[in-house]
């Protein structure tokens, strides 16, 4: 069982419009959690990270959230841009030194159109 | 500044060919790790290097699989007698200090494309 679940999988949404990703998360002891976004093709990239006594962090137009008491964390996109179409991943990194410390979630598919 | 930095890009092979991916991190990064991802999923760790040291190798899905990095640099994931199940992208990330998972930012190459016929 995935220790990582995003949802939706999936979302299509109108340029200018808002929208939220979800994560929930399973992984225990934890360190912090990240949010990613990989473009079609691309590596991953960073866009914030939150150790488990941070509610949220901003990145320009991109929020982060986390509530680890519930072990549930956001990503709100404000405003969205075509420059938005990308997968989002949630990772989650375990509180330990080691290699295997990252889990991924599936990531959710963004699509924003005009 | 360069980034993390992954050859080929593509590789088509046939099954039971063997094969090499190269990556070269971002100069003076400490931490290297590889990853799998599969079409529609998240990235799963295969393996993790301190400087020359393999450290973790727990990912790594079978002994066909073997990675190294001779010289603390650059690192090579070499897949011996392909299978279809091979069939994924290798994702490379380094970041600078020795404890990549705590609080660092890890940088992602953009990944091989492996495709096993």
């Known amino acids: 069982k995935n220790q990582v679940e995003q949802s939706p999988q999936s979302l299509i949404i109108l340029e200018g419009k808002n929208c939220t990703l979800q994560c929930n998360y399973t992984v225990s002891p934890f360190s912090n959690l990240r949010w990613y976004k990989q473009d079609t093709g691309r590596g991953p990239v960073s866009l914030t990270i939150m150790t488990f006594s941070e509610n949220t962090k901003s990145n320009g137009r991109y929020t982060a959230t986390l509530d680890a008491d519930t072990k549930q964390s956001s990503l709100h996109i404000t405003a969205s841009q075509l420059s938005d179409s990308a997968s989002y991943i949630c990772?989650?990194?375990?509180?330990?030194?080691?290699?295997?410390?990252?889990?991924f979630g599936g990531g959710t598919r963004l699509m924003v159109k005009p | 500044g360069a980034g993390v930095s992954q050859s080929p890009r593509y590789k088509v092979a046939k099954r039971g060919q063997d094969v090499a991916l190269r990556c070269d991190p971002i100069?003076?990064?400490?931490?290297l790790f590889w990853y799998q991802q599969a079409l529609g999923q998240g990235p799963e760790f295969l393996t993790y290097?301190?400087?020359?040291?393999?450290?973790?190798k727990s990912g790594l899905p079978s002994d066909r699989f073997f990675a190294e990095r001779p010289e603390g640099s650059v690192s090579t994931l070499k897949i011996q007698r392909t299978q279809q199940e091979d069939s994924a992208v290798y994702l490379c990330a380094s970041s600078l200090g020795r404890g990549g998972g705590r609080g660092e930012t890890q940088y992602f190459g953009p990944g091989t494309r492996l495709l096993v016929l």
């Open positions: 290097f301190q400087n020359e040291a393999q450290l973790d």
């Open positions: 100069s003076g990064h400490v931490s």
């Open positions: 990772v989650v990194t375990l509180f330990y030194n080691a290699g295997n410390m990252l889990t």
